[in-house]
């Protein structure tokens, strides 16, 4: 289908890998790239192509470390539980590299001295999240997880003391901040540590800029994305006509008569979406709109 006029199409200034997930990715191709055999624990980006890309190298997946046998091992940006770690770099025949962003870190980090100085470890994000399952991980016995679009679930934090409040790093900052301020209400001591990755307010920020400006908006990235799930939710606040997908591929098929009449269309992506499949968007678009 076309439409009359050639749209004008404007791709969000900071989009594309962040540098967490460029480099998870890097490492593990320079390790195949020496012809090492090697697997991830866990799926290192939720992007259907870069998966396809990474598995074509030869580069496999294990889902759970007691799969892992042998060879060169990449822990993902989003971080692995703490027994999974010791248990991978405990096996002689595994050799770990470990591409754990340096912010999920901090967030472990975290996690592990409000635990060892007797707060209540409150932690908001989604709970079967990957990089969420590694942070409680360090949290010991005396920790909850709460969703951030499920305040039901916040009835799980106990009136106590002490509570430590952290988040999954990709939460929009205004659900940290209205969780912190209902814990407030539950202890007598409370320690916020803003775990909220700056890539990820600076990405929404951009994107949302752009937002106010079109006619519509496009969101490309995994469907099971958290981050991406979160942008699209935060660009439909202020574009109404927001849709998410996945590629160039499901816009042809599926939203092909949804650029109708529209005169300014807007692309971001996920910190997962490599730059290349928002110019794919992009070239998508003038091809279905020529």
Partial sequence: ????????????????????????????KH??????DVTTLGQLVHNPGIK????????????????????????????????DLERVRGKSDVEVIDATCTWVLQSQKAAR????????????????????????????????????????????VPHTKKIGVLSQSTILPFKLEEFAAFCLRRCHDL???????????????????LASGVDAMIVVGGKNSSNTK??????AE?????????????LETDHAAWLTGKARIGITGGTSTP???LEAVRDRIYALTA
């Fill in 1 to 28: 289908m076309t439409t009359a006029t050639r749209p004008e199409v404007r791709i969000a200034e900071r989009a594309g890998f962040c540098y967490g997930v460029r480099l998870a990715i890097d490492k593990a």
């Fill in 52 to 83: 396809a890309d990474l598995s074509d190298r030869g580069i496999k997946t294990a889902d759970l470390a007691d799969q892992v046998e042998g060879g060169t091992l990449v822990i993902r940006a989003h971080g692995v539980p703490a027994d």
């Fill in 113 to 156: 001295e409000l635990a060892a100085a007797g707060y209540t470890v409150c932690i908001i994000g989604h709970e079967d999240h990957p990089e969420v399952k590694g942070v409680r991980s360090y949290a010991g016995d005396n920790h909850v997880v709460v969703d951030d679009m499920d305040r039901s679930t916040w009835e799980r």
């Fill in 230 to 235: 979160e942008l699209a939710v935060k660009c």
């Fill in 191 to 209: 320690r916020v540590v803003n775990t909220v990755c700056p890539v990820t307010l600076t990405r929404q920020s951009d994107s949302v800029v």
């Fill in 31 to 36: 390790a195949r790239d020496e012809g090492k």
């Fill in 275 to 277: 730059e290349v499949d």
């Fill in 238 to 250: 202020v574009c109404a006509d927001t849709i998410h997908i996945a590629d160039a591929d499901e």
